[in-house]
């Protein structure tokens, strides 16, 4: 079977808009460019799961982060995350409805991974893979080999997709298909739907 793999954060969600980084920010206390740029600087660290919540929006704040502030910045970061791109969301729905091999793979802290399998675009895959419950992060080539192995797939099988070069780069390195996504219409065409 071939599957195609769709990358969650600007692919099947738009970016993170602006307002609600600020929003987050303002919800702590916390200036809107030193939070933007902890929460960056942190990240990939929280997606493979070497830091919990607490101690992500702690090194993020630059102070402990006390239960209820983490509580709520969990509750803004995935609303963050919940804006879906309509256009590839109505491929990722060509793809089902047409009895396709569909699977999610994205660089996502399992609290934010528990918030966006509640949304009804992403609970309609099947078969989800996020790096916070794999312990890997794109583009580390185990990732890619985890995702197949997860899929009972050759690599050769997978075509994935993703809006960041490097995570396209790895994939294509560990032998799978690689498209690097820009807009849905192109996407649509490289795929022949």
Request: with cysteine; aromatic share 8%.
């Amino acid at each position: 079977m071939r599957w195609t793999v769709f990358d969650y954060g600007g692919v099947l969600s738009l970016p993170q808009p602006e307002s609600d980084a600020d929003a987050m920010a303002e919800a702590v206390g916390a200036d809107p460019e030193t939070f933007k740029r902890g929460y960056w600087d942190h990240r990939l660290d929280f997606d493979r799961a070497t830091l919990t919540p607490e101690t992500y929006w702690s090194a993020v704040l630059g102070r402990p982060a006390t239960a209820a502030e983490v509580a709520r910045l969990v509750e803004l970061d995935v609303a963050s995350w919940s804006h879906p791109d309509e256009g590839t969301v109505a491929i990722l729905d060509a793809l089902l409805t047409g009895g396709s091999g569909v699977a999610l793979l994205s660089n996502a802290p399992a609290c934010i991974a528990d918030g966006l399998d509640r949304l009804p675009w992403i609970a309609a895959i099947g078969h989800r893979f996020y790096s916070a419950r794999m312990g890997l992060v794109k583009p580390d080539p185990e990732i890619y080999a985890a995702l197949a192995e997860g899929l009972g797939a050759a690599p050769a099988d997978i075509v994935f997709i993703d809006d960041r070069k490097d995570n396209v780069e790895g994939a294509e390195r560990a032998g799978l298909t690689a498209h690097h996504f820009t807009d849905a219409p192109s996407l649509r065409a490289a795929l022949s739907l």
